[in-house]
């Protein structure tokens, strides 16, 4: 019997992957998602957030019990997340899901009256906040930065958003528009209780996804994944311990 093979299939031809993107796609096997939200979790991510912004200098005053958390942690549409890697807690974000009925976020208290008038247009964005890696591997782990933000690709695929929203330091805006192509949208402005002043960048998903799956495989989930992730814990159930990212097994990462 012959073999069918279509056009399209016969034709294509993968992209290459760089070795960055094959090193992070490898560390991916060691790396835990944990959605916290109660107890030690959320002790240990609190934790590691002052931590590390104290390191790098970025917080106004110290907090006698060496936590960092405010009343953005306890929003309907926050989510919190630690990424461990081999069992250890190495880095932490959260991530906000903004849209008219929850307009939410940290983005939203320095630029909100940019981001308003989208909301009642319809808009839904993405607001990833409170990124913290361990000091002790910021240094040496160049994919940590890779690892977390994963999050906030996998929930703009999830809730189907217009736009990944951030607030960054001046120093972190390269690296912003080169991974994920986000431009500025206004000029920076001042967000106490950090120390400089923070720019709003901004990706739209419809023009820059495809192209930030393709550069980065490592970014691609499953629909299983996403639902772990973000979908609402049933009243009564517990919400999973733990997610593995399933990026090697899309069938897109090989």
Known sequence: MQMVVSRDTRHRVDPPISAFARNVLSLLERVEYRRCESGEDLEAIYRLRY?????????????????????????????????????QLVSTVRIHHISAETPFAPIMTVFGDLLRPRLQR??????????AIDPELSATN???PYLT?????????????TS???MIRGEHTAFYNRVFRS??????RLYPPFTMPIYFYESNCDANMEWILE????FRSTAMERRLLFSPTPMGELSPLTVLPT????????
Not at 55 to 81: I, Q, V, W, Y
Not at 183 to 188: S, T
Request: hydrophobic share 40%; proline share 7%.
């Open 247 to 254: 990026a090697r097994y899309t069938g897109l990462a090989a």
């Open 183 to 188: 431009v500025p949208v206004c000029e920076p």
């Open 164 to 166: 990944c929203v951030s």
């Open 122 to 131: 319809g808009e839904t964005f993405i607001d990833p906040s409170r990124l």
């Open 149 to 161: 933000l994963r999050l906030a690709v996998i929930a703009n695929t999830y809730f189907d958003t």
């Open 215 to 218: 550069r980065f495989p490592f």
């Open 142 to 144: 160049r994919a940590l």
């Open 51 to 87: 931590n590390s912004f104290r390191t790098h200098g970025l917080l106004l005053s110290e907090d006698p019990d060496e936590k960092m958390a405010d009343a953005l942690d306890e929003a309907p549409n926050c989510h919190r997340f630690g990424v461990f890697m081999d069992d």
